[in-house]
């Protein structure tokens, strides 16, 4: 690499593009050698077909040199859609523990850059609950990361519960992002699922749990949603208007009130109609940044969000300062 591991521009506030002087990005995908080379044909799958440049050219010497010349400081890790359940629990179990292992070690090899949104083999619960324990008290993970849905099951389904118990026993992050569900793989044949399926699975998702009780029973658990939470703002009206008679039973406290309490971060969001639904749905304190790097460039995310003609301070709060106020453990981490 042409610059030392650790290096980070040292930019002010207003330079440049004028973007915060550092970044913490909270959504920040791995591409594991061993799980492109043994998932090749399941992830071409999932995306019609076809493997994009960006999963076959990831490196981790490039991603880092991504984050230098965009001023991130921190990327906290997780593996994007399909994941690691493809039907098999010891397939599943042993491609999360390998695929968190070599996240963790990258973490280890460069101090203060990377942390770790550790996967699950969800739909298993004995070895998600397993895996939450290595995750947390071995590679000490910064947080969980789950997928939208898995098969035909979204995370407010009852068989999820135990895992969210001790989620919420231990009060985690979890990073929630979004795939393509068995149901909506070819709703439009050819248009890739990334353009509506996939963001509105987030929306199914916090429906799934709105509905359920799911949000409500476990509020230590402090939630981030991807992309500016998909469809989320604009059809938030509607999960309360046509909302199922037990929804005051399950939600006690209204929609809007579980809605204000989660994080969204902005990758993939930098339009101002959406950040525009969004801003009218959250307070600044409950969003965050973030690139979807390698799928998409990490300064196109960058770039989006000076778009919004937000000041300093707003700017700093999204970029840094409200991450570190979610996981105050990176701090030492991003200060080094």
């Known amino acids: 690499?042409?610059?030392?591991?650790?290096?980070?521009?040292a930019l002010k506030l207003g330079e440049s593009s004028g973007a915060p002087q550092r970044l913490i990005d909270v959504h920040h995908h791995i591409i594991p050698p061993f799980y492109l080379q043994e998932n090749r044909d399941r992830i071409a799958g999932s995306?019609?077909?076809?493997?994009?440049?960006?999963w076959l050219e990831w490196t981790p010497e490039k991603a880092l040199i991504a984050m230098d010349q965009h001023q991130v400081a921190t990327s906290v890790l997780s593996l994007s859609s399909p994941g690691v359940w493809f039907g098999d629990v010891d397939g599943a179990r042993i491609t999360a523990r390998r695929s968190n292992e070599y996240a963790a070690e990258l973490g280890r090899m460069h101090p203060g850059r990377f942390g770790l949104f550790a996967a699950l083999p969800l739909p298993d619960t004995e070895g998600s609950?397993?895996?939450?324990?290595y995750a947390f008290e071995v590679l000490k993970a910064d947080g969980i990361g789950l997928l939208t849905s898995y098969g035909d099951k979204w995370?407010?389904?009852?068989?999820?519960?135990?895992?969210?118990?001790?989620l919420d026993r231990r009060k985690a992050v979890v990073f929630v992002h979004p795939t393509t569900p068995t149901c909506c793989q070819t709703m439009i044949p050819g248009v890739a699922t990334v353009v509506a399926e996939v963001p509105h699975d987030t929306t199914r998702a916090i429906i799934s749990m709105l509905?359920?009780?799911?949000?409500?029973?476990f509020r230590n658990i402090r939630f981030?949603?991807?992309?500016?939470?998909g469809t989320l703002p604009v059809v938030a009206g509607r999960i309360v208007n046509f909302a199922p008679p037990h929804l005051a039973q399950n939600s006690p406290h209204g929609v809007e009130y579980e809605l204000k309490r989660l994080y969204y971060d902005l990758a993939i969001s930098g339009n101002r109609p959406a950040f525009a639904a969004l801003k009218e749905l959250v307070p600044i304190s409950q969003i965050l940044f973030g690139s979807d790097?390698?799928?998409?460039?990490?300064?196109?995310?960058?770039?989006?969000?000076?778009?919004f003609g937000l000041s300093k301070d707003d700017l700093r709060a999204i970029g840094w300062d409200n991450a570190l106020a979610?996981?105050?453990?990176?701090k030492t981490h991003a200060l080094s």
């Open 129 to 133: 609950l397993r895996e939450i324990e």
């Open 293 to 307: 790097h390698p799928y998409r460039h990490l300064g196109e995310s960058v770039e989006g969000m000076m778009n």
């Open 155 to 166: 995370l407010g389904d009852p068989a999820y519960q135990p895992v969210f118990a001790e």
């Open 211 to 217: 509905y359920s009780g799911t949000l409500a029973r």
């Open 224 to 229: 981030i949603l991807s992309h500016a939470g």
């Open 1 to 9: 690499m042409a610059k030392p591991k650790n290096s980070i521009p």
């Open 47 to 54: 995306r019609g077909g076809q493997i994009t440049p960006a």
């Open 326 to 330: 979610l996981l105050p453990h990176l």
